[in-house]
């Protein structure tokens, strides 16, 4: 198990006392890497005053 597998079975278990087998938590982990990336470029293009929908509409782009 690598870091970042082990990083959401830790998260799902504490936080949400959640367990999962080996292939689900590699396969979370992967989902969770392709939001945060979409999240972070997300975040480098928005601005304050940008209305909440911009927010929703780039993770819908960067999240593909």
Known sequence: MD???RMAAA???QL???TFDD???AELAAEVEVLNDAVRKA???LTFD???AAFASLMEREAK
């Open 23 to 25: 292939k689900r938590l």
């Open 3 to 5: 870091d970042k597998t």
């Open 50 to 52: 940008d209305e909440p």
């Open 43 to 45: 975040a480098e293009r």
């Open 11 to 13: 998260i799902a278990r």
């Open 16 to 18: 949400q006392g959640l």
